[in-house]
């Protein structure tokens, strides 16, 4: 997919866990890991904009688009 997830980089520069983040932002630890996994369908702009105030970022920190490998076709 070519929507990449940063939420570990940016769990790890505020050294926050996974489970801490999950509680401020309102969502179970499981989802959270399927978004940070880079599992995820889509995701609401509500969780979006809570995990960019539980964080301190902009939602670029959060995702960024990295072109799909055309090598592959």
Do not use: H
Not at 14 to 37: F, H, Q, W, Y
Not at 56 to 69: A, M, N, S, V
């Amino acid at each position: 997919m070519p929507i990449a997830v940063d939420i570990d980089v940016m769990l790890a520069k505020r050294k926050m866990s996974v489970g801490e983040l999950a509680d401020r932002v309102g969502i179970t630890p499981a989802n959270l890991a399927v978004l940070k996994n880079g599992r995820a369908k889509a995701v609401r702009f509500t969780t979006l904009a809570a995990l960019c105030e539980a964080l301190d970022c902009q939602p670029g920190d959060l995702l960024r688009w990295e072109p799909e490998d055309t090598a592959a076709e």
